[in-house]
């Protein structure tokens, strides 16, 4: 997984709490991203880093927060959770453009 | 509104044989297409990048093609093996290259 981690694993959640999940990486990459997968759905990008502190909204960003105040740690916060965001989490990181993204293990989040 | 769209949604094939994937796309403006292969309740693995110019690019035995033209892409699996099961995503940058248009895969199965 190119030295990309993601905590916690898996989660169960309920309705309303607010869920942090982490993404942290060992490669100096300047871009991260966070992704979530649903079935029927392709991955969908749901904001991105481009350096510490500079962040950028995705295509699905309504309901989450990210801050990166280090190189290595991404947070995807999602402030109150809701059902519709039961789904599989991944973080990714990257050089940016041209360059190949590499994939987190993914987070499996649960919010009854 | 930029979309991936692949084919077949799944396929069964016996080990040992070739199969090829589809991928056509509208996708503006086009910066790159990867394929990406993904085993289950794992993260996505980067195959192969093609930029505008290149038509053609081998990872082993896995050969990505691309038409710019018809705007489409195709993956070649020669001598398939147990280990190849798994869904292969294509994925189209666009701008900058670090907005990534994700198609929902093919599930491949390779059988004995």
């Known amino acids: 997984d190119a030295g990309i981690t993601q905590s916690p694993r898996h989660k169960v959640t309920e309705t309303g709490t607010p869920v942090t999940l982490r993404c942290h990486q060992t490669e100096n990459h300047r871009y991260m991203y966070w992704y979530r997968q649903d079935p029927g759905h392709g991955l969908r990008l749901i904001h991105y880093?481009?350096?510490?502190?500079?962040?950028d909204k995705g295509e699905v960003s309504d309901g989450y927060s990210v801050s990166r105040s280090k190189t290595e740690d991404f947070l995807l916060t999602l402030e109150s959770a809701t059902s519709s965001q039961t789904s599989v989490y991944f973080c990714?990181?990257?050089?940016?453009?041209?360059?190949?993204?590499?994939f987190g293990p993914g987070t499996r989040l649960l919010v009854l | 509104k930029n979309q991936v769209e692949q084919s077949p949604q799944s396929l069964i094939i016996l080990e040992g044989k070739n199969c090829t994937l589809q991928c056509n796309y509208t996708v503006s403006p086009f910066s790159n297409l990867r394929w990406y292969k993904q085993d289950t309740g794992r993260g996505p693995v980067s195959l192969t990048i093609?930029?505008?110019?290149?038509n053609t690019k081998s990872n082993g035995r896995y050969t990505a093609t691309l038409d710019a033209d018809t705007k489409q892409s195709s993956l070649h699996i020669t001598a398939s093996q147990l280990s190849d099961s798994a869904s292969y995503i294509c994925?189209?940058?666009?701008?900058?290259?670090?907005?990534?248009?994700f198609g929902t895969g093919t599930q491949l199965k390779v059988e004995l």
């Open positions: 093609m930029t505008f110019s290149e």
């Open positions: 990714a990181t990257g050089g940016g453009r041209e360059e190949t993204q590499y």
């Open positions: 994925v189209v940058a666009t701008g900058g290259g670090n907005k990534l248009t």
């Open positions: 880093s481009y350096g510490v502190k500079d962040t």
